[in-house]
């Protein structure tokens, strides 16, 4: 239990190192009248959908709203390379799926390889959170 909790910490300690998502449609269309217009519009074109219920189109209307200009695993990627951290993306869709499954059935891998992939993957988080750590103190020390 400790290391699923540790691993999971360590996928919440990324989303936060890792630059903050820009939302797709501010980047697209920065006028906010221009979003809400095409929000109504996609509203309006899903209402008519008859095997769509209110809570179906909310739901589509909100992640539209929530789409990220750059998907998680790019951002993910990129913080490691910043700091110089070999990490695929390939491998970083497959903790991605780890992560899923744990919080949201309780349940994931747990073969002798699964184990190790997280084990790697929680060690270049932390390896990340000490170079992180040691640039705000070079600026720190430098100003």
């Not at 789409?67 to 993306?89: H, K, L, M, N, W």
């Not at 499954?101 to 270049?124: K, L, P, W």
């Amino acid at each position: 239990m400790m290391r699923s909790v540790a691993f999971v910490l360590a996928f919440s300690a990324l989303e936060v190192l890792a630059a903050a998502p820009v939302g797709l449609l501010p980047t697209k269309i920065p006028d906010r009248s221009d979003r809400e217009r095409l929000l109504v519009s996609v509203r309006g074109l899903l209402t008519d959908q008859p095997n769509l219920s209110e809570t179906d189109v909310d739901r589509l209307i909100n992640s539209l709203s929530a789409a990220q200009a750059e998907s998680p695993i790019a951002r993910f990627a990129s913080a490691f390379d910043e700091v110089d951290i070999e990490f695929a993306a390939p491998e970083l869709m497959w903790i991605r799926e780890q992560r899923g499954a744990y919080v949201h059935s309780g349940r994931f891998d747990n073969s002798q390889e699964a184990v190790e992939r997280r084990n790697v993957f929680r060690t270049a988080v932390a390896a990340l959170t000490g170079r992180r750590l040691d640039a705000l103190a070079q600026r720190y020390v430098a100003s």
